[in-house]
């Protein structure tokens, strides 16, 4: 039965097969052709829900009156047969879709793709989107739907603007409340579209709460995971359905999650972003790659993605920490065709550091957020928390990560110190042209980050606005500035800093310096 959401500015209707098919993924495929109030069509894929149920669901671009015809291709009986299945194929509808006037930034705005200079985000009308994500890898597999919505606004009102999760089993959720799976097998994978639509709604959640979904499609990491054992065309069996069924919500898909992605195993990933995506930058899509790892040069001249993703991860080395600040983020950025570059995995605050075996603190957390930001053109971040991304209801060992350390239940650390220094981070950003922020470490004459990782002073600029993140030391330069200004990123507060080129803290504590 055809619904518009008015909230979402969605609109989804079902059909119903006149044919049984042993194998619904592949022996039938669906697409429906939306045709506008200009004429302008869109062209969408449609889903099967089980049984004899497809499904389409369709976000339009504008207002008006919008028609509609179905497509169904049926190996069988030949591609495009009219007579193969009555059901899917030539059924024809209309819907009205009225004016958006509510605050969700992407219908308000529009969705997301890379600024023409290749530097950060932005929405569909211009609109600069600051990437501020946070890390609920198990939020929509686990989380009850009032302790989701819960969430959602709480992570919205501290001035998040994305969810990174996981929407098909992985390592740390191997299967759902009713014991079934997304998928079964190794090969020739098949679809349970049961499985999510126990979860559909929590999805549409995070864009109904203003929030930009970002759903891992594929897990990649480890032998357990469906990306690391699954062939390119099984993976690309799996994305191509998750696709097809949220696409509507307008989410930043993350194709890969922890994987590698370099090497002799890029060309897998090019095969299925091709396949998934086509040749084309019209969805926007990242990959999520495993620790100090850099999969821009094997992936770089992919056109289906959008920006680099990378991790700097959990350990706290000296080597570590400087493959964030003068490694491939620092220095790569700018290689042709430039990319926006987002670090999606930071320290974790409360995990354990892999080489100390000590709990990140919210210090810690905090310059690794603050170096990502600067070293590479601004565009965004991503926090997490020990607790949240494994949805823990109890406090305890996160599944399958046994070094990781205890994590606290999800409330708890809702309200973390780490999380109100985002907030701060958020408010910090959101008032300076941070667009233009480009790395400048030149501007530095004394570096205490060469003899000490942990010390590392991070500097940008920006048209003559300088930022410079200090985790502690006086900051150095080789031009004065004027009417300088200290932002405090722990309690949100301004401070003076006076005038020059020396500028030092007050108590030895991290400090951002803008003038």
Known sequence: MPTFDPILHIFETDFTSTRVYADPIRDVSLSVIFTGPDGAEVTVPGFWDGGDTWRVRFSPPSAGEWRYVTHASDPSTGSGHRAANAGLHGQTGSFSAPTYTGDLPLLAHGPIRAAADGTHLVHADGTPFFWLADTAWNGVLKAQPADWDEYLAERRRQGFTAIQCVITQWRAFPQDAAGELAFTGTDNIQINPAFYSRFDDKLAAITRAGLVPSPVLVWACTPHDPGYYLPAADCTTLAAYEVARYAAYRPIWILGGDG????????????????????????????????????????????????????????????????????????????????????????????????????????????????????????????????????????????????????????????????????????????????????????????????????????????????????????????????????????????????????????????????
């Open 260 to 515: 590698e992605y370099r090497g002799e195993y890029a060309q897998k990933w090019k095969e299925t972003g091709r396949a998934v995506f086509g040749d084309s930058d019209t969805e926007p899509v990242t990959m999520h790659p495993r620790g100090i790892n850099w999969p821009g040069e094997d992936l770089r001249d992919e056109k289906w993605l959008t920006f680099h993703s990378y991790q700097s991860g959990h350990g706290d080395s000296d080597e570590d920490l400087r493959w964030l600040q003068s490694g491939p983020p620092a220095t790569n950025w700018n290689i042709s065709p430039v990319k926006p570059v987002i670090n999606q995995e930071p320290n974790y605050e409360s995990h354990l550091a892999y080489h100390s075996r000590q709990p990140f603190s919210a210090y810690q957390v905090r310059r690794a957020l603050y170096w990502s930001l600067l070293v590479s053109p601004t565009a965004g971040v991503t926090y997490a928390h020990h607790g949240i991304w494994p949805w823990m209801e109890e406090a305890g060992v996160p599944a399958d990560h046994p070094n990781s350390g205890v994590a606290p239940t999800w409330r708890e650390a809702l309200q973390s110190e780490g999380a109100t220094g985002v907030v701060h981070l958020a408010h910090f950003f959101g008032s300076i042209d941070w667009t233009s922020l480009r790395p400048a470490q030149h501007l530095l004459t004394q570096q205490p980050g060469d003899a000490d990782p942990n010390r590392f002073i991070a500097a940008a600029q920006g048209g003559e606005s300088v930022v410079v993140y200090t985790p502690g030391d006086p900051v150095h330069l080789i031009r004065s500035l004027s009417d300088a200004r200290w932002y405090n990123p722990r309690t949100g507060q301004w401070s003076e800093a006076g005038s020059g080129t020396f500028f030092k803290p007050d108590d030895g504590q991290d400090w951002v310096l803008i003038g």
